[in-house]
């Protein structure tokens, strides 16, 4: 069964410091991948996804950047972090027109 | 941009009572899938309807789709207090010549004992 890890599960960064996500998956291969960030209590904005290694479309324009380094591999990163990235961040795997699968969350603080 | 959108935002409704959460959606879809959130952690996959489909039921959920109204509906029946959580629905479809899950702001649902 597939299954997705993602750490850590929370952060807290200064402004300026840079960002390092990761999300890795099992199970399953060559699946789309998404990093989704929520706002509290609102709903998930779709940042990255992902349909292969080194494939990357970005769905809006940021100060965060994403990689696929390998299959089973999916990274969210930042240069310099605004106050405004703060949020959970969610990395989803998909296998296509199923389900999608969610990994616990990194919630993330800019201070 | 967001593809679905809940109604109502929040629901607030007594154990034992039917919960009934809407969503519309904007283009045309391969599927429509609903989730759940309990505060602070990932979403969990509830269940699945196809484009084709006009109903499907798991358990106590019940799931409709319109797809001439391009909306759809999650009832939940006899509600427990553990069901509070938010719920979201997503659209699946090729955007752009891509494949996407898009998700709507959710519905918030708080269930009194």
């Known amino acids: 069964s597939q299954t997705i890890h993602q750490w850590p599960a929370t952060l807290v960064q200064p402004v300026g410091s840079p960002l390092s996500l990761e999300c890795t998956v099992e199970?399953?291969?060559?699946?789309?991948l998404y990093w989704y960030r929520q706002a509290a209590g609102r709903g998930l904005q779709l940042l990255f996804y992902?349909?292969?290694?080194?494939?990357i479309s970005s769905e809006v324009p940021q100060n965060l950047s994403a990689s696929r380094p390998q299959d089973r591999q999916f990274i969210l990163s930042s240069k310099k972090l605004l106050l405004s990235d703060s949020g959970f961040y969610l990395c989803?795997?998909?296998?296509?027109?199923?389900?999608?699968?969610f990994g616990q969350g990194t919630r993330l603080t800019v201070v | 941009s967001q593809q679905g959108e809940e109604d109502p935002q929040a629901l607030s409704i007594q154990e034992g009572e039917n919960a009934t959460m809407n969503c519309s959606y904007k283009?045309?879809?391969?599927?429509l899938q609903w989730y759940r959130q309990n505060s602070g952690r990932g979403l969990v996959h509830l269940i699945l309807?196809?484009?084709?489909?006009r109903e499907k039921h798991s358990g106590r959920l019940r799931v409709t789709l319109d797809t001439s109204k391009k909306s759809s509906s999650l009832l939940i029946t006899a509600s427990r207090a553990a069901d509070t959580a938010s719920y979201f629905c997503?659209?699946?479809?090729?955007?752009?010549?891509?494949?996407?899950?898009?998700f709507g702001q959710g519905t918030r649902l708080t269930i009194n004992p």
């Open positions: 989803a795997l998909q296998p296509q027109w199923t389900e999608a699968f």
């Open positions: 199970g399953t291969s060559n699946p789309n």
């Open positions: 992902s349909v292969g290694i080194g494939q």
């Open positions: 283009t045309s879809i391969n599927n």
């Open positions: 309807i196809r484009s084709n489909e």
């Open positions: 997503a659209t699946e479809s090729i955007i752009q010549g891509a494949q996407k899950l898009v």
